[in-house]
């Protein structure tokens, strides 16, 4: 079992809908949380972070934590076709420095 | 600078040769990071610094791979004896703290070992 599991996708939404990336993680000690957009080619750009459980909200981005069921979400409303890209969820222990990642979901905002 | 700095962007090498990779972490960060991104999106950790001393190294190899992060020098990865395997894009990144803090990537850099 990897350590942060997503759907490799490509999740295919079309313009103005709601997109929804879902991550799992194995780790009970994990208490970081991060979602990075990495468009071809490019390097990971933060979109997100979060460390309590509930929502976390941010512009068109709503991030989601349940740590009792070990996953983490993102919710992108609104999608345009500029959000096209890899989503990364990356996870980090408190006492860790390192981030673990998952190998990203594949997102195709179509007109 | 407010931006992690990596050098070079492409990095062409020939099976059995020295590459050295070069990072310059957003000022102020503490904390160092090398990453090797293989396959498009598989993300393996390397090695992390505190200022100059090695904070992890458990996804280090064993052999051929070094780092440094010396004094008012930019961070260095360096590979011995490349191998057609290490082609992969390696990606720096720094935080202020390990603490509840985001870490921010440089653009990376591409070695191709041909």
């Known amino acids: 079992q990897k350590e942060v599991e997503q759907n490799s996708g490509p999740l295919s939404v079309p313009e103005g809908a709601i997109a929804s990336l879902n991550c799992t993680y194995s780790d009970r000690g994990s208490q970081s949380f991060f979602w990075y957009r990495q468009y071809s080619g490019k390097s990971p750009e933060l979109i997100m972070s979060i460390y309590s459980n509930g929502d976390k909200e941010d512009g068109r981005f709503t991030a989601q934590l349940n740590k009792a069921s070990q996953y983490v979400s993102l919710l992108i409303r609104d999608s345009q076709p500029s959000d096209s890209a890899t989503y990364l969820c990356?996870?980090?222990?408190?006492?860790?420095?390192?981030?673990?990642f998952g190998t990203g979901t594949r997102l195709q905002v179509t007109l | 600078g407010e931006e992690v700095a990596q050098t070079p962007k492409h990095l062409v090498r020939g099976e059995g040769q020295k590459a050295k990779l070069y990072c310059a972490p957003i000022k102020g960060h503490s904390y160092v990071f090398w990453y090797q991104q293989v396959l498009k999106n598989e993300f393996k950790f390397l090695i992390s610094f505190q200022n100059e001393n090695v904070f992890d190294e458990t996804g280090m190899p064993k052999e051929r791979f070094s780092a440094k992060c010396l004094p008012n020098s930019p961070c260095s990865l360096e590979i011995q004896a490349t191998k057609l395997e290490d082609s992969a894009v390696y990606f720096c990144a720094s935080s202020p703290t390990t603490e509840h803090t985001e870490a921010f990537f440089g653009q990376g850099t591409r070695l191709t070992v041909v």
């Open positions: 990356a996870v980090k222990r408190p006492t860790a420095s390192k981030l673990t």
